[in-house]
């Protein structure tokens, strides 16, 4: 599948370009999963190299928060990441039983449910934020929803990576986190636990087309560094929209491919 150099490019250039929008305002799924079914990977098999391509960007970010995530005490990191693995794992078998055929049909709305989540996330986020009228500290309405939230934000993302970190993000801000670093801190670190995971139920079934992973890992993690410089520079609203317009245009393609 990756035979000729325009083929190694296109998959090469996906996955840095993965890594700087992971590393600036995610959605980088957006580019790897298409790269592989355009260079002739099967979509599910598609899916699990992608998930595979940007899990080391994940482990990066948790190095990055480990202040914010010794600050969180370790009775609640130890819940969080178990529900994370369980629901990785039910993600990534549920995809692997998933027929071929079913699952071609589901892309084009995974793609456009991911962007669209995208997009509305910010607003979201902020309108989960409830301020008491008589100036106490602000309450959240879906506080309860926090873990079952979690291990279904878990599900998805094993089965489709796509708009992962921005489900996560809306899902802390909306339970009654509104520490930004560390609601990234559990984002990173939740993603890169049920990624890993999902990767290695992937992995377990033949899923994943390792030479392409390999490629697409390496470049990922060159492009994280990249975007980690370029997010000093560059307005994020800029990368978001550029994220928006990918995603958009990713899933009309998918849409024309599955009439």
């Known amino acids: 599948m990756m035979d000729s150099l325009p ?3 296109l998959l090469a250039g996906a996955a840095f370009g993965a890594g700087v929008l992971n590393a600036i305002a995610g959605g980088g799924s957006f580019l790897t999963f298409p790269a592989l079914v355009f260079a ?3 979509p599910i098999a598609a899916n699990a190299t992608s998930a595979l391509a940007v899990s080391p960007g994940y482990l990066g970010g948790v190095l990055g928060f480990r202040p914010e995530l010794r600050a969180i005490p370790s009775s609640i ?13 039910a993600g990534a078998l549920l995809l692997l039983v998933t ?3 079913v699952f071609s049909g589901l892309v084009p709305w995974l793609l456009l449910f991911a962007t669209l989540l995208f997009a509305i996330g910010p607003r979201l986020a902020r309108k989960g934020l409830r301020q008491p009228a008589d100036g106490a500290a602000p309450q959240h309405a879906l ?5 079952p939230g979690l291990f279904a934000v878990a599900v998805y993302g094993g089965y489709f990576n796509g708009g992962l970190g921005i489900l996560l ?3 802390y801000t909306l339970t009654g986190e509104s520490r930004i670093n560390t609601v990234n801190a559990l984002k990173n670190l939740n993603s890169f636990v ?3 995971l999902s990767v290695v139920a992937f992995a377990w079934a033949g899923a994943i087309v390792w030479r392409e992973a390999a490629l697409m890992a390496v470049a990922a993690t060159l492009g994280g560094f990249a975007g980690a410089r370029l997010a000093r520079r560059m307005p994020v609203h800029w990368i978001r929209a550029l994220v928006i317009v990918t995603g958009l245009a990713m899933s009309a393609v998918f849409f024309l491919r599955a009439r």
Not at 77 to 89: D, H, N, P, T, Y
């Open 194 to 196: 049920l990624s890993v």
């Open 143 to 147: 506080q309860s929803w926090r873990l």
């Open 99 to 101: 027929p071929p055929t």
């Open 7 to 9: 083929t190694f490019l």
């Open 169 to 171: 993000m809306a899902l």
């Open 77 to 89: 990191l130890r819940r969080e990441v178990l529900l994370s693995a369980l629901g990785g794992i």
């Open 40 to 42: 002739g990977v099967p």
